[in-house]
């Protein structure tokens, strides 16, 4: 069973940054897309960033470009998501996920093309 483990979120003010990562487990990290999703309060869980297998492609949402940046360690199974000029509507608990098909070519931003959770980290960004 993968195990999906996020660290990294806080308090921060507007203007500020976080650096939230995630632990993966198994033995395949390599073979899959990773991915960042955010849900606030009484809203639905939505796509911020993804990366390719071996992170040289990447893919945001049209609110995270610029602002936000995804990458990937394949040597210690980890993905980071640095987060740059956060406002107060990021505020929301931030989950990795795992691209459900192994070995895809595009890199997929809707969230049933992802699987195995983690438990999700909380972001807040006061003004």
């Known amino acids: 069973q993968v195990q999906l483990v996020e660290s990294g979120g806080g308090l921060v003010q507007a203007g500020g940054s976080l650096r939230l990562s995630c632990s993966v487990s198994?033995?395949?990290?390599?073979?899959?897309?990773m991915g960042w999703f955010r849900q606030a309060p009484g809203k639905a869980r939505e796509f911020v960033a993804a990366v390719s297998r071996s992170g040289e492609d990447t893919l945001y949402s049209d609110d995270a470009e610029g602002r936000f940046t995804i990458s990937r360690d394949n040597a210690k199974n980890m993905v980071y998501l640095q987060m740059n000029s956060l406002k107060p509507e990021d505020t929301a608990v931030y989950y990795c996920?795992?691209?459900?098909?192994?070995?895809?070519?595009?890199?997929?931003?809707?969230?049933?093309?992802?699987?195995?959770w983690g438990q999700g980290t909380q972001v807040t960004v006061s003004s």
């Open positions: 996920a795992r691209d459900r098909q192994m070995f895809r070519e595009n890199i997929p931003s809707r969230r049933n093309d992802y699987t195995f």
């Open positions: 198994g033995r395949t990290f390599s073979d899959y897309n």
